[in-house]
């Protein structure tokens, strides 16, 4: 009796399943996040009368055969990559990219790393960093004496300085897109990291074609639906019981059996 194994493949396919659907609840209110999906795969299957053998001397063959499938197991984690809703802070380091990409960060280790999240902040040098104080590349340095920023759709930082009229240019933030995105790395702190799966990173100006812009003074936030969460949650919940109700109906069966005499 194979349902035993394969019901207890149904649930732990479930308990992967909400797992995933737990962690984009919990990141409902992190800035960038974007929802992920869990995929399924079934598993190999036992031929007991294989599809298109002889059935007679005549020629004949068998239609459809007899296999029987030996459960579920998780294909993959996905992300949808659908643009979150943008929130207003006024603040002038914060950052929201409508459209593609991605902005560029460089790790203490050297390496690059890739976020949608644009709360940024000024390091003790003036520097343009994340909330870690990791470096946003191409580094900006903002000068002390500044006392307003501004940043176009374009990537464009210029500063006003004390006692002049004209803004001055300080650096151009630039946008980076991955011919597949959604095999990047998640590496925690809303960074991501290049992949063999990912491709090679291009990096543009932000409104170049196929970039995004910039919008200086919002955020983009998750992109999590709760409705639709909850309504997973509720249908997973049940898949997840139902598995267990074949695990204890297979269990009655195989008391059934041993009791004969």
Do not use: C, H, W
């Not at 797992?19 to 995929?39: C, H, L, S």
């Not at 239609?63 to 499938?69: A, T």
């Not at 992300?79 to 603040?91: A, H, M």
């Amino acid at each position: 009796m194979r349902s035993l194994s394969i019901a207890a493949t149904g649930m732990v396919a479930q308990q992967t399943n909400v797992d995933v659907i737990a962690n984009n609840i919990a990141n409902m209110n992190t800035a960038g996040y974007k929802v992920r999906r869990p995929e399924f795969q079934d598993l190999l299957y036992q031929n007991q009368r294989r599809i298109g053998s002889a059935s007679s001397d005549v020629g004949t063959i068998v239609p459809s055969g007899v296999q029987i499938g030996l459960g579920v197991r998780t294909a993959s984690v996905y992300r949808i990559t659908l643009q979150g809703p943008l929130e207003v802070t006024d603040n002038p380091l914060d950052l929201a990219i409508q459209g593609d990409g991605y902005f560029r960060v460089a790790l203490p280790n050297g390496d690059d790393a890739y976020t949608r999240a644009g709360t940024f902040q000024l390091s003790p040098q003036g520097t343009i960093v994340t909330a870690d104080g990791f470096t946003v590349q191409p580094q900006i340095v903002v000068p002390a004496e500044a006392t307003e920023i501004s940043i176009n759709p374009t990537g464009e930082v210029q500063v006003k300085l004390a006692g002049q009229v004209d803004p001055q240019n300080v650096g151009q933030l630039e946008l980076t897109i991955f011919p597949n995105e959604g095999g990047m790395e998640a590496l925690g702190n809303n960074l991501f990291a290049q992949t063999p799966s990912s491709g090679e990173p291009a990096n543009a100006v932000p409104g170049t074609a196929g970039y995004g812009t910039l919008l200086q003074g919002y955020v983009e936030r998750s992109n999590v639906d709760p409705v639709k969460e909850i309504t997973n949650l509720i249908t997973a919940q049940r898949a997840y019981e139902m598995n267990s109700k074949v695990i204890t109906a297979s269990d009655e069966m195989y008391s059934t059996v041993t009791q004969l005499r």
